[in-house]
């Protein structure tokens, strides 16, 4: 006998469930995940779950010298090591006041936009994947191997660079090395009308990212949006142009901006700073062999350093939005309180929870991929 609030499968109303998208999933920007409550393929809510990476820097900093944390500042955000280093150095520069050579300041500019190139080129490459089209996503990791090599060569590594340290940057450029810097630049430059014609003009991308994960201007500013995410909104700001830092207020270029706020919009606007940070290089390798002297002030025994008493804030552009670190100093050998202000902890909580709400599966992963979240910096 069938019981009496019995119905036929036909007849039943949609009924909701429960999803996990991720974290092993390569629709999944890193090690991260979303549980979902769906009806048929749309999202009814979203919840975001992170920590499966990487924890506690901020306490771990606190425990060790102000020198070493440059080892471990950069696992903070993967893709785009280099802010971290840099934001880093600044507020201990700051608290202890110190003074970084010209030279070191050109280079670190030099290394951050590199940095910026290899996470932008990453990201297009991830959101391609995510309808399917890998071929620039292929295209994408050679030319950033390329980019991973002049790092390598700098600095000794490919990934954590562990490069610029309070008072400058570890060790000079190589011989030659911005001549290959401008070799690599240059063919990055040449494959991006192959991008265009393969990724960004495709019917199908545009299909699929054209009004969808749209946010307005007003939204993406009461939300915290930063970065190449608010800028898709129409919203001009660049803590380079706008609070300028190292050397930035002596480059020419431009702040990239879009009108819509969706997938596509913020893809453009990643795709557009790549051009603009070759533009900054090629003004770099210009004038640097022109700056000379030292490429870090002195330093007391980094194991005996006590910083001054004192808070200090840095931030920097990184290319995921706006990276602040906030940093305290009881004049002892170590930090007294060390708080990351990154933009990821926005994008990929806040942010992708709203913008899933009422998308449907398949837009999922392009929506995480199109705010270019960093997991390992949510999970700090």
Not at 30 to 56: E, M, P, V
Not at 88 to 105: K, T
Not at 354 to 373: H, N, P, W, Y
Request: glycine residues 8%.
């Amino acid at each position: 006998m069938y019981p009496e609030n019995y119905q036929p499968v036909e007849q039943a109303p949609s009924h909701e469930y429960e999803l996990y998208f991720g974290p092993n999933h390569p629709g999944i920007e890193g090690n991260y995940a979303l549980q979902l409550r769906i009806t048929g393929d749309h999202i009814i809510s979203a919840r975001a779950d992170g920590g499966y990476l990487h924890r506690g820097f901020e306490k771990l900093m606190e425990t060790r010298l102000w020198i070493q944390n440059v080892a471990l500042v950069p696992r903070i955000c993967v893709p785009d090591p280099v802010p971290m280093e840099e934001t880093y150095a600044r507020a201990v520069e700051m608290l202890g006041g110190l003074e970084v050579p010209e030279r070191a300041q050109w280079i670190r500019v030099l290394m951050l936009e590199m940095s910026r190139i290899c996470a932008h080129i990453f990201t297009v490459g991830g959101n391609s994947a995510t309808i399917g089209q890998y071929s620039t996503m292929f295209w994408g990791v050679a030319d950033r191997d390329l980019m991973l090599d002049l790092f390598e060569e700098i600095a000794g590594g490919r990934i954590y660079h562990m490069y610029i340290t309070p008072g400058g940057v570890r060790r000079d450029l190589p011989d030659g090395v911005l001549q290959r810097l401008s070799t690599v630049l240059d063919r990055i430059e040449a494959g991006l009308p192959e991008y265009d014609d393969l990724f960004f003009d495709n019917p199908v991308f545009q299909r699929r990212a054209q009004n969808v994960g749209a946010m307005t201007q007003q939204q993406a500013l009461e939300w915290g949006v930063t970065g190449p995410n608010l800028r898709a909104c129409g919203f001009q700001s660049d803590l380079r142009r706008d609070d300028p830092y190292l050397v930035y207020q002596e480059l020419d270029f431009d702040v990239v901006t879009e009108s819509a706020g969706d997938i596509y919009a913020r893809t453009q606007v990643r795709r557009a700073e790549i051009t603009q940070s070759i533009r900054i290089l090629r003004q770099v390798i210009q004038r640097l062999p022109d700056i000379k002297g030292p490429i870090r002030c002195p330093l007391p025994n980094p194991l005996a350093w006590n910083i001054p008493e004192g808070s200090a804030y840095a931030r920097t552009e990184s290319s995921k939005g706006e990276l602040g670190f906030f940093v305290v100093s009881n004049g002892g050998t170590k930090p007294y309180r060390v708080h990351v202000r990154g933009p990821s902890s926005m994008h990929a909580v806040q942010v992708l929870e709203k913008m899933c709400t009422g998308a449907r599966i398949e837009d999922v992963a392009q929506i995480m991929f199109s705010l270019d979240a960093c997991p390992p910096e949510v999970d700090r």
